[in-house]
């Protein structure tokens, strides 16, 4: 698994397997590459900061209390962590029970999000994709995403039907998914 | 997309956490034994991660940093045993050097392999059996379930058979089964009911006590009727039963109308 830093010299499965070892530094190292990607995701859903510190600290200890929940051969890290990140701050947000255990979720990126050069490069992309979306289609994917609201809950809010809310969401995605496929 | 059309919508709000109700319930249904829709949704999963990661936010405070050192300082975790374990079993072995030892273990493990193949066997069998009963009983209760169903239908064309040249009598015939509380009563060319009457169906207990209400009811156009496991007692045992006529309002604890059929026994 390649390092979202370039200058490190420690992979991130490297860090994941000193960290089952029990190694505090490899804990830290980890928490220096990725905290501002789950605090961000955490923040941007919760727009409290204390929540999203809250959100950050019980991934943290859940990744050092269960590092195999990791699985390299199916995931980045990055993508693994803001996944994470966004459905927790979800819980928090709807003050509900964690749905899922860190170990159940497989994310599947096919990008390459290696270093930060990839990684912005990927990002410039995903931006252009929602910019170029109709406001409607972008505004029914934001509110599902970072409000966590369910389909039946956006047509409630936006006063359109639900198969429209549907169709606005897939199209969204597959426009996303388009963009990042060229 | 490479997945079931008919899920495609589904399969992007699930992935966001969007689905809700029963179509969330039938699309995880269908993903327990859709290893290609399963596939589409890590994507999306995937895909999602991408919109996650556009956050570009601000760090999280020294702070975060510190309360997070702290919690993990105070709960260490040793380091994974199992390596440290086999290093020393290896290490065991290799000071002792004794060939003999490791033929004895050989020999004990297909000994243990023999037994376990024999096990196996046994099981395959047994699981051959249970397999087989398993089908006789599904056999047996759809038999069961199709003489139930054809006897509560009430589309089912029901014709009492009598002597010829007489006039169909009112009939009722109950089948009780002491040990499950278990009655079931058909009744069949009853009059049509007065208005505000209707049947009951009463259960005389063997030990002389009061009769026991089994259910109201009312006969269909054609003077049948059915009741069905009517809340009863524990244990009572039956002697008889009969068909009252009763008032349809008012309290129906003990028989106050006219019989209409009363049992002869069996």
């Known amino acids: ?182 | 997309m490479t997945v079931h059309e008919q899920f495609a919508e589904d399969l992007a709000l699930y992935a966001l956490g969007s689905l809700d109700g029963a179509e969330r319930h039938a699309l995880e249904k269908h993903l327990d034994g859709c290893a290609s829709c399963r596939r589409e949704i890590e994507q999306l999963r995937g895909d999602l991660s991408l919109l996650a990661l556009t956050t570009a936010g601000p760090k999280p405070p020294a702070r975060a940093r510190q309360r997070l050192m702290s919690a993990i300082a105070d709960e260490p975790r040793l380091p994974a045993a199992a390596p440290a374990s086999q290093h020393r079993q290896r290490s065991w072995w290799t000071a002792l050097g004794l060939p003999a030892l490791r033929w004895a273990s050989a020999v004990a493990l297909i000994v243990v392999a023999i037994g376990l193949l024999r096990q196996n066997s046994t099981l395959q069998r047994d699981l051959a059996s249970l397999r087989s009963r398993f089908t006789d009983q599904g056999s047996k209760l759809e038999q069961a379930n199709e003489v139930v169903a054809t006897l509560l239908d009430p589309d089912a064309k029901k014709i009492e058979l009598v002597a010829a040249g007489n006039n169909p009598q009112p009939r009722g015939k109950a089948i009780y089964q002491r040990r499950n509380r278990n009655l079931i009563f058909l009744a069949s060319n009853l009059p049509p009911l007065p208005a505000e009457k209707i049947y009951e169906l009463w259960l005389f207990p063997a030990n002389g006590g009061a009769p026991i209400a089994a259910g109201l009811f009312k006969p269909d156009a054609r003077g049948s009727a059915t009741v069905v496991n009517p809340p009863l007692p524990e244990g009572v045992e039956a002697k008889n039963f009969a068909v009252t006529l009763e008032p349809e309002s008012g309290s129906h604890e003990s028989p106050r109308g006219t019989p209409v059929i009363v049992g002869v026994g069996e």
């Open chain 1, 1 to 182: 698994m390649p390092s979202a830093d370039p200058n490190a010299m420690t992979s991130d499965l490297e860090l994941v397997t000193a960290i089952r070892s029990g190694d505090q530094n490899a804990m830290t190292t980890l928490y220096d590459r990725f905290s501002s990607i789950v605090y961000s995701v955490a923040l941007r859903v919760l727009q409290d900061t204390g929540a999203a510190e809250d959100v950050l600290q019980d991934i943290f200890m859940q990744l050092w209390r269960n590092p195999g929940a990791f699985d390299a051969s199916r995931g980045n890290m990055a993508a693994w962590l803001a996944v994470i990140a966004r459905n927790r701050a979800i819980d928090a947000l709807r003050r509900r029970r964690p749905e899922n255990d860190i170990e159940d979720l497989v994310v599947s990126v096919e990008h390459d999000l290696a270093s930060e050069t990839d990684r912005s490069r990927t990002m410039e992309k995903v931006r252009g994709a929602l910019q170029a979306m109709p406001a409607p289609q972008r505004s029914a994917l934001e509110m599902a995403y970072f409000e966590g609201l369910s389909h039946s809950e956006i047509a409630g809010k936006t006063g359109e039907p639900l198969g429209t809310i549907k169709t606005r969401i897939r199209a969204g995605l597959l426009a996303l998914r388009k963009v990042l496929a060229v």
